[in-house]
């Protein structure tokens, strides 16, 4: 199975980057979405990603 990797850019937007590091394929989804689905063609996987802002986290308490 590949691996993949989660980045989290450095920049104003605090979104994520997911990678198939076999493929090359990687994809970036916004801050802001609770969810991050990436699909790899060529693995046939998807993989999928909870973002959660720690300082979001920190002021609403608790989430599921
Ligand atoms: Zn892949």
New binding site residues.
């Given amino acids: 199975m ?1 691996r993949y990797i989660v980045e989290s850019p450095d920049g104003p937007e605090r979104g994520i980057r997911v990678t ?1 590091e ?2 090359g ?1 990687s994809e970036e989804f916004p801050a802001g979405h609770a969810k991050a689905a990436f699909y ?1 063609e ?2 046939g ?1 998807e993989v999928e990603v909870a973002l959660r802002d720690a300082h979001d986290w920190k002021d609403t308490g608790e989430m599921c």
């Fill in positions: 590949s198939c076999e493929h394929e790899c060529f693995c996987y």
